[in-house]
């Protein structure tokens, strides 16, 4: 049995090296990069370029005359009058001298005229600097042509190829290998590296700090161990947790850095390609590395302790879904190390992200890595989306019966259910784009395939996904206000009907992310309409929420802040949210920065506000400690007030028609103000992220401490003591229920009966 | 479609005022309630008793909850009555092949090419010119004529690979060519400083630019679109955007998709390209031109008056 599993393995491990074939060029060969010529031609090694005349060394300010010369014996040269080939010099020292009908300067470098297109061989004379330190570096690309395509772009008899060569000066040292490094990549992974080594770091801190004599490596690695292998719920939810809130600075990380790159008008602080996957790898990662694995965090740990069960269903599955995320990171982000990270935006639209082999134009060959990791995370939803449901209908304790469960576990399984009906969605669009770019299937290849059925793929998940995040931030919010307000939520019964109606209408409104994709307009309305239809049940749980309040005992506490600023900001994104279903405001507003407003207000306003008052709700719960109120009000406010000034004013540069996903903008197009402001209001958001971390690396030693029920909750797993025992409970809980007998059903139900006049009967009976 | 309103714009405005308004019910009840429900400011022994490992006494009041389930769905419906005309003029009612001035737009990366299915012509007068120039132009001739006997101008012409020059030093100056209207044909008429005092461009069918659209004010303008392959790499997704009258539409690969749109004012606008489509993506703009039309009884396109 284990014989034939290590084949397997091994038989998996030599496909997984045989089949993507990477390519990485130094650049390709791009319009504007440093090291380019022309991207309308491919290509092909049968092109010899060379550069004769050069000297062994140079010396200062002498004259040399070179001689390029362009060669393929398989694209013979039409003749003298047709194009046969062209040229790019790129030099880092001297001057050059020509002939200028033959030859020019575009763009810092040396080319061919119209004219000097019309032949192999170009002479230029090349003076020398006036400092013989130095090295002189040619990089030369050129292009060999059969003069068929007559001014257009003809893609037979067209090859280009490069070459770089260096000319010491003579008194310059031996000419050192230099490395062509990607400088922001080189930034962003130095970044990563620090962050887990401090991670690294601080684990090893809190273990030393626990014990300061008995440290040794042997015990921290016995208790790293316990960390690695655990598949206790709250062991894996902690874990969970960790990777979460790690992957959320990553990102955020990343969305610095474009921001500075969107700053000003005409910026080049990142070229393109880097900003195209900056902000890909920013969704991706926010969305599945970093929202995803906090909620599943809080799922571990907090809702088996409130359902009362002693674990999740199957603790080795939790775990195995736990530790695929990190392989699946490493998968998204692997692209970075060769400079070609996933550049396809985080809906991955084909054809442009099955597009392979057509150099700059085509997408980055660490797409393919990107699209596996993404099969590798729908697989680590899948396993906890059975886990949980299984949970949920097989380990409630006693009492805890459907309708006495508290919402947080309620919100839980209704986005569980969600993510497992609408992932095989997803999975199966990105299988097959994994397959058309490996082995050349034509899924949604331009000629014979359908680009669009991959959105609809795409966004079966991807709606319900938004709500698969976001319902659970609205059990915390439901949780934490009650509490707060010191009494029951009002309208428990329905909350629950609200969010399953959302879980049931997410999975029809789909296609208003694709009004304007070229979709049937009969489907268009038909979606519209449904859009429009979940304002109904998230109204309800607002208007629920303020009903919870009026006439309650509100608490400050920063957790309540943090409910009360998700209330505004998910309000505001929820309403800005009924203006994509409509057909003439869609027809403007999608794909503008009216889209990315909107979509913050959502995910930030919404899903991490909601997660922020989770943190600071459950806090204690895990350390028995809970978190410095002085140091959370703080960071309540500065992220409060920097998150609004950052997103707020997108809404305007959408109304203004900035489209999104773009490497920069001009001058006379009036975006530069906003932007530069948003760019400094989003860096104190993200430093103000840093006062939370803290807070919680402070708080674990020296914050107040807390008993089993620091809040006043009534749901269970403030019954247990702070942190709870392994396992969670000895005996399986009776959860008690405060209504009598007679009110059992609630007013609601009641009303519902009276209204139906059942029941009528059985009590005459 | 007699208003000059851009439909965005007027659905907006609905929307707008229908979302301040459940804003402001949303944020005045929750600030009154946060300023008013603190702790201390309520007797507490009346709320609910919160104990852990109890589910608390339930709260709730059918007469409330229907009311807030029943204003939004009514509000919801009345915003759905307002998008479906939007949605009519957006998708549903496209201008007639006939009565429409068609442009073809091919999209490949990262450009646009647009291609005339009539001819237009863009006629431009220097400021202040004392005198009205009139121009027309016929298979055989090109005839010049200005109000006045007291000029001396040059005009040179184009047309395809075609070319001259002649001197209008009368009202009247007539040149007797072939003019092959199938070709490209611009005039330019300068004074005897050099200074240039008329121009005119006459594209005609099937003439392709690049970058660049010229169309008639005051006419439904439809524009066909497709997306092309260039090189090795695939054709791919694009979205001809034009924020002047708030249009939008992917260009998919695989079919032809069209906007259409109505110009009431000449004048230059962006063209951008709004759907992610690799590298130079934020760079695949263009320009679009509403020239006068003649036949429009608008003043602001040069018409009637």
Known sequence: MRRRAILLLAIIGIALIATPQFQATPGGIGSTADDSGCFCHTKESGTEVSISGLPDTFNASAVYNLTITVSNSDIPGASETANMGGFRLLINGGTLDFDQTLVQVVEGGLTHTELGNDQRSWEVSWTAPADDSKVAEFTLWGNAVNGNANGVTGNSGDGYNGATYQVAGLNAGPIEETVDAKRAMVVLMTAILLVLTLMGLAAMYVFYSRNPEGFNMGNFWGWLKGWLTTTDHKGVGLLYLNFGLLFFLVGGLLALLFRLQLATPMNDFLTEKEYNSYFTMHGTTMVFLAAMPMIAGFANYIVPLQIGAQDLAFPRVNALGFWMLPFAAFLLYAGIFSGEAGDITWVMYPPYATSTGGGDMSSNPGTTLFIAGMIMLGASSTLSGVNFITTFLTMRGHGVSWMKMPLFSWSILISMFMLFLSLPALIIGVVMMFLDRTIGSVFFATNIGDPVLFQHLFWFFGHPEVYVVVVPAFGVVSEVLATSARRSIFGYKSMVYAMAGIGVVGFIVWGHHMLTSGMDPQLRFLMMAATMLVAIPTGIKIFNWLATLWGGALVFKTHTLWALGFLITFTLGGISGMFFPVAGLDMYFHDTYFVVAHFHYVFVGGVVFGLFSAFYYWYPKWTGRKMNEKLGLIHFLTSFISYNATFWPMHNLGIMGMPRRTHSYTIESGYGELNSSITIWAFVFGLSQLIMVWNMIYSQKRGDPAGPDPWGGWSLEWSTTSPPPTPSFAEIPIQKDANTEAHRDGAFIRGVKKMWMIGEKEAKE | ?305
């Open chain 2, 1 to 305: 479609m007699a208003t000059e309103e851009l439909a965005w714009k007027t659905l907006y405005n609905q929307f707008m005022f229908w979302s301040i308004i459940v804003g402001l019910i949303v944020f005045v009840w929750m600030i009154y309630s946060i300023l008013r429900f603190r702790q201390g400011m309520v007797d507490e022994s009346t709320l609910e008793k919160l104990e852990p490992g109890t589910f608390p006494k339930e709260r709730d009041n059918l007469r409330l909850e229907t009311a807030w389930v029943v204003v939004p769905s009514i509000l919801v419906a009345w915003l759905c009555v307002l998008s479906w005309t939007s949605l009519y003029d957006a998708w549903g009612n496209p201008p007639s092949d006939e009565e429409a001035f068609i442009v073809e737009v091919t999209a490949t990366q990262w450009n646009w090419a647009f291609t005339y299915t009539e001819p237009i012509v863009i006629e431009e007068v220097a400021d202040g010119l004392p005198y009205p120039i009139h121009l027309s132009v016929s298979e055989g001739t090109i005839l010049v004529s200005t109000s006045t006997m007291d000029v001396n101008l040059t005009a040179i012409w184009t047309n395809g690979p075609a070319n001259g020059q002649f001197n209008i030093s009368s009202g009247l100056a007539t040149q007797n060519t072939i003019v092959d209207l199938h070709e490209m044909f611009s005039l330019t008429i300068t004074d005897e400083d050099g200074l240039q005092v008329y121009s005119y461009v006459r594209y005609s069918a099937q003439t392709a630019s690049s970058g660049e659209v010229f169309v008639p004010c005051d006419r439904d303008i439809k524009m066909t679109m497709t997306s092309e392959r260039l090189g090795e790499a695939d054709a791919v997704l694009h979205a001809l955007f034009l924020p002047e009258w708030g249009v939008k539409e992917d260009i998919v690969p695989t079919i032809e998709t069209m906007i259409y749109f109505h110009p009431y004012e000449t004048g230059t606008f962006d063209v951008v390209c709004a759907e992610y489509c690799g590298m130079r993506h934020a760079y695949m703009t263009g320009q679009i031109t509403v020239v006068a039309n003649p036949d429009s009884k608008l003043e602001s396109c040069g018409g009637g008056a």
